[in-house]
């Protein structure tokens, strides 16, 4: 079912009142252990950050070590051409695809079998864009600087368009993918249109991936910039110099969906781990460890770093975002001299 304009609304009200809660212990079936140690692993298409998405992996394997998980990681517009491709020719080898565009999987709802976690009630409704596709992951923007060369720190998105930070501001493209675009789409529609062409007058350096990015922050290449919070949060967890806000004007949020192909060759292994992200148990595991936020009604524990009685989570329309991206990506581009 996609997301429309009333479930967004009710997913950020739920998430911005419901209290956290101790997380379940995720119990699956002896029979889907079984088939997974005889699969071994699986293969993966993911357009998440490759360092966060190993550091999830991780955390599956201290549960379930022998599933190997293979990443194959791309941006999101190029991993999604890359599954077109390789359905087109018919050599489409994931078992297992993860995306920041629900959207654009939604449109490709035929090469997934038909799935869905033990914990499908426990969903806010809406926010898996089909039947097979679920929200395996939810995350919001922020704004981080390097402590050891900023001066002035920002504490809003519009902080963003000073002068103070002419020659030092970085930020991901808006052409990454599902996660970039939220946020384009937030400031154009909740900050105003002249949003990025004064942001574009300070001549920002345009890095295309938000890991990229935040790379960049720590080499002290760039003083400051948006990025999406697990960007950053395993290296502020490392000792990085880095600082971060959620600006009270809001927190443009993403969801990644996730489906089991029907080409898949190890089914029970991709399955197992699908349904321990979207338990109770990976969720928590992925809020306290990655900095993300979850879609279930009830978090299974705090968000990390986010008062949710100050910032307010805005989530894009689904059907609106559909219409709007290709052309308002194109404004953004023309605003920030970029060729697509």
């Not at 079984?34 to 993911?46: H, P, Q």
């Not at 999604?80 to 080898?93: D, F, G, M, P």
């Not at 902080?159 to 789409?185: C, E, F, H, N």
């Not at 894009?316 to 709007?324: K, Q, V």
Request: glycine share 8%; net charge neutral; proline share 8%.
């Amino acid at each position: 079912m996609p997301i429309s304009r009333r479930n967004v609304l009710t997913a950020t009200a739920v998430l911005a009142a419901a209290p956290a809660r101790a997380s379940t212990p995720f119990s699956p079936p002896q029979t889907l252990i079984d088939a997974a140690k005889t699969e071994g692993g699986f293969i993966s298409y993911t357009a998440q950050i490759e360092e966060v998405e190993q550091d999830i992996i991780a955390r599956f394997n201290k549960r379930f070590p022998f599933v190997k998980v293979e990443i194959v990681h791309a941006p999101g517009g190029q991993l999604i051409e890359r599954v077109r491709s390789e359905v087109a020719v018919n050599k489409l080898t994931a078992d297992l695809i993860d995306h920041s565009e629900p959207g654009l999987l939604a449109t490709m709802d035929d090469i997934f079998r038909e799935y869905q976690p033990p914990n499908a009630a426990d969903y806010i409704p809406g926010t898996n864009p089909t039947a097979k596709l679920w929200p395996r992951l939810t995350a919001g923007w922020c704004i981080a600087w390097n402590t050891e060369l900023i001066g002035e720190k920002p504490g809003g998105w519009w902080d963003l368009t000073k002068q103070t930070y002419g020659g030092s501001l970085g930020i991901p493209s808006g052409y990454t993918g599902g996660s970039t675009w939220a946020r384009a789409m937030f400031e154009r529609k909740v900050l105003g249109e002249d949003y990025w062409t004064k942001q574009a007058a300070l001549k920002p350096r345009i890095y295309p991936t938000i890991a990229v990015t935040a790379d960049a922050l720590v080499r002290g290449e760039i003083t400051v910039g948006p990025v999406s919070f697990p960007g950053i949060a395993i290296k502020l967890r490392e000792g990085a110099p880095l600082g971060y806000a959620y600006p009270s004007e809001g927190v443009p949020c993403f969801l990644f969906a996730a489906g089991i192909t029907t080409v898949a060759k190890r089914p029970a292994a991709a399955q197992l781990y699908l349904d321990w992200c979207l338990s109770a148990e990976g969720q928590a595991a992925m809020m306290q460890g990655s900095g993300h936020l979850t879609a279930l009604k009830v978090p299974p524990v705090e968000t990390p770093g986010l008062d949710l009685k100050v910032q307010k989570l805005w989530f894009p329309d689904r059907a609106e975002s559909d219409r709007l991206r290709v052309s308002w990506l194109q404004d953004w581009a023309k605003a920030y001299g970029m060729r697509q």
